[in-house]
């Protein structure tokens, strides 16, 4: 799988993309810094009606605007609540595949990778509102791979 990387590992700094054409749009400043490089999966979209998300379990380097080849480790279970007029609060899906870079040999997501992740997810838009994010399971490379493909475009 072809992955967009929108932030850097180490950065505070949140790219945004248009995640169909992949034009950028602006940068904003949020509260925790990245622990991975993130990004979306191309070809996708989930049910928020963006890119399915991805962190890449790696040390190496990667840039905004780089496309990394990619295979599957995990699956985050990630909500966020919000509010609909109609509807009052409301939670929405919003999972992270977990992945390595292709010809990497981890296979695992590591106790400490899921604190990091679980840390940075709750906290990343601490500047702007309380906690709304919450996250689920860890789910293993099969449950990643469905996920994928329940997402996949055309």
Not at 98 to 124: I, M, Y
Request: glycine share 6%.
């Amino acid at each position: 799988m072809k992955v967009f990387i929108e932030n850097e590992a180490g950065s505070d700094q949140k790219n945004l993309y248009n995640e169909k054409t992949l034009k950028y749009k602006k940068t904003v400043t949020v509260s925790r810094k990245y622990p991975y490089p993130y990004g979306f999966i191309l070809d996708t979209t989930s049910g928020d009606g963006d890119n399915v998300d991805a962190f890449i379990i790696t040390d190496k380097s990667l840039k905004s605007g780089q496309i990394v080849e990619c295979e599957p480790i995990g699956l985050m279970e990630q909500m966020e609540k919000s509010w609909d007029e109609s509807r009052g609060d409301t939670e929405e899906v919003d999972h992270n595949v977990l992945a390595v870079l292709s010809g990497d040999d981890q296979n695992v997501v590591s106790d400490e990778v899921k604190a990091r992740l679980t840390d940075f997810v709750l906290h990343v838009f601490d500047h702007i509102r309380p906690n709304k994010n919450r996250v689920g399971n860890f789910l293993d490379k099969q449950e990643a791979l469905k996920y994928i493909e329940s997402c996949k475009d055309g």
